[in-house]
């Protein structure tokens, strides 16, 4: 894989004609103009306007095979398994990490029997040096790294609370009830507490006295520590895994608790190298960490599809660049969601957040329930396609971006402008934040067919920096998508594109003529609600492709600020009107 320099740059010649192509199931999304787009991957992107869903020509990909003779299969099974045994199915190996040593510099596929790995029968911090490295499970059913601390032993302390004696050198690094899971189906988050008194005195709390003293938690719902209260170790300054070298695939595998101030679940990171690295993981997660999920620092090349990055202390998803090097990640997320980061803390732990000259592209991802669901800081880029952002976890101050807002695009003290993008998001809040804030002079957003719900009136940009509505392909801007009312854009002509909305409203500003709207589909219902304006007596004429009962189009309500609605049918070319007038 080589760097591309012409990432997204052929595009059709119009998206009004490319849009037009009823050939075609979706149609191409052009390249911004605000933004720089070189890139590890070659990839493309659709739009599909009958799903609504935005695709890439790029996804992980297997790339291994047990046909080629050059590469090494083996199976691990830490029940059944010996890591004396030679890594056959018959005959697994017991152990992720010396599995993985036993075939160092080779292509390697290394098969995981479904099963819950602790942290020393899983990766236990490996770092491969494998030139190309594919992990997947025996069955395609899911494998979990989890660093759970087993066989602690809890008993009341009379208090309110229970307490268990952890082993000697072990620390606990989060406590979780599976039992009471949060919204999304993640464990619930126990509270730490400063002192053992008051993990006694509040439900949902826990303390600990350090590695090998006493662990005290209180649960939820009073009930003795069982089975499914989740207490993770901290193993220092390990990751289940660290990667430095070469081409990584990961599937089905679900990473839980581990990390520390560098490190998340998984790291990768390519230090003083200026020699690329990529990840590709599909249907991952990576959950439950003490700082953040999955942690990317310097030039890696990341491919992730339905993965997630929850319930961690501070990020689902983080990229960095490397300071050595001056190189950083550039990221492809697809269907993604990264929720619930910084869960217990405000300040500056988000969902997905891009430090520096890093790239991300988001195609259909959900950042919810973060601080800040999604960060732009130090000099990134974003590109948004669809997907959900918000809403937040609500604190009463500003969080450390300078402001509380859904995306945040800028840091207060950043010396460089961050930009993001954003087409066709559906922006959900509160009404007790802004879904855009840019920070920083230069800072900027820009946003297209996006549908905004907060309370507050606008996005908003401190002094010098901006957010402004994207003109794309010379499209139309329109402020909803979807089948919630979406504004169109009063002129002489208005257009109008059914892919996008199909109930419109217009506010009439002088004598205008209505486009018939492109990409109709046969049996399509469309409802257009017309407006006058405060001075009234505005006339609205049709195109041709419009048609009328009697052959005879309707003349509008002409008092100041008076609405008449028009509703359609269409057979795909024509369109078969009527009007409802003057609803006061």
């Known amino acids: 894989q080589t760097e591309i320099s012409r990432f997204l740059s052929s595009v ?150 229970y307490d268990a004696t952890l082993p000697a050198g072990v620390d606990c690094a989060g406590v979780f009830d599976r039992a009471n899971p949060d919204s999304f189906g993640d464990y619930g988050y126990l509270t ?101 999920g999955l942690v990317v620092n310097g030039y890696v090349g990341v491919l992730l599809k339905d993965c997630i990055g929850g319930a961690n202390w501070n990020d689902g998803f983080n990229y960095h660049w490397d300071t050595r090097t001056n190189l950083a990640p550039q990221v492809i997320e697809i269907n993604c969601a990264a929720r619930g980061g910084g869960f217990a803390q405000d300040g500056s732990s988000n969902g997905s957040t891009n430090h520096q000259p890093g790239l991300v592209v988001s195609l259909n991802c959900s950042y919810q329930a973060d601080n800040a669901p999604v960060a732009d800081v130090s000099g990134s880029q974003r590109w948004i396609l669809g997907g959900v952002i918000g809403p937040k976890h609500y604190y009463a101050d500003a969080d450390a971006y300078g402001a509380d807002a859904l995306v945040m695009v800028g840091n207060t003290g950043d010396a460089v402008a961050s930009k993001t993008v954003m087409d066709s998001v559906t922006f959900v809040g509160n009404g007790s934040y802004f879904d855009i ?6 800072s900027a957003a820009y946003h297209w067919a996006c549908k905004f719900q907060s309370g507050l009136s606008t996005p908003a940009a401190s002094a010098g920096s901006s957010v402004s509505v994207l003109a794309r392909l010379g499209g139309p801007n329109v402020a909803y998508i979807g089948n919630a009312p979406g504004v169109l854009i009063d002129g002489a002509t208005i257009a109008w594109d059914a892919a996008l909305i199909r109930s419109a409203v217009v506010t009439l500003g002088g004598n205008r003529t209505l486009a018939v709207p492109t990409n109709l589909q046969p049996g399509q219902s469309l409802k257009l609600v017309v407006k006058q304006d405060a001075t009234g007596s505005r006339t609205l004429a049709y195109a041709a492709g419009f048609k009328w009962v009697g052959g005879i189009a309707p003349t509008l309500s002409t008092a100041a600020n008076a609405i008449d609605v028009l509703t359609f049918e269409t057979d795909g070319a024509s369109l078969f009107g009527s009007i409802q007038k003057a609803f006061a």
């Open 12 to 161: 059709a010649p119009s998206e009004a004609q490319t849009r037009s192509n009823q050939s075609r199931a979706a149609y191409l999304v052009g390249k911004p103009s605000q933004l720089t787009l070189p890139t590890l991957y070659d990839a493309s992107f659709f739009y599909d306007p009958v799903s609504r869903l935005f695709t890439s020509t790029r996804v992980p990909t297997k790339q291994l095979s047990d046909a080629d003779p050059r590469v090494v299969v083996i199976y691990v099974d830490p029940v059944g398994g010996l890591d004396t045994n030679p890594g056959t199915r018959v005959s697994p190996m017991a152990t992720v990490k010396a599995a993985i040593a036993s075939a160092a510099n080779v292509n390697l596929i290394l098969r995981l029997k479904e099963a819950t790995y602790d942290y020393l029968s899983g990766f236990g911090g490996a770092n491969p040096l494998n030139s190309k490295l594919q992990i997947e499970t025996w069955t395609g059913g899911r494998a979990v790294m989890s660093t759970r601390i087993s066989g602690l032993v809890f008993s009341s302390n009379g208090s309110g609370g």
């Open 437 to 442: 804030y840019a920070s920083v002079a230069g």
């Open 192 to 292: 730490k507490k400063a002192s053992k008194a008051l993990a006694n005195a509040n439900p949902a709390s826990w303390y600990t006295s350090g590695a090998g003293g006493v662990l005290t938690v209180r649960t939820v719902d009073g009930r003795a520590p069982d089975a499914d209260i989740m207490c993770y170790a901290s193993w220092g300054t390990f990751a289940h895994l660290r990667l430095t070298a070469g081409w990584t695939y990961i599937e089905n595998v679900d990473f839980e608790g581990c990390g520390d101030s560098s490190y998340g679940c998984v790291s990768l990171a390519t230090g003083t190298t200026t020699t690329q690295i990529f990840f590709e993981a599909l249907n991952c997660s990576f959950k439950y960490s003490s700082t953040n």
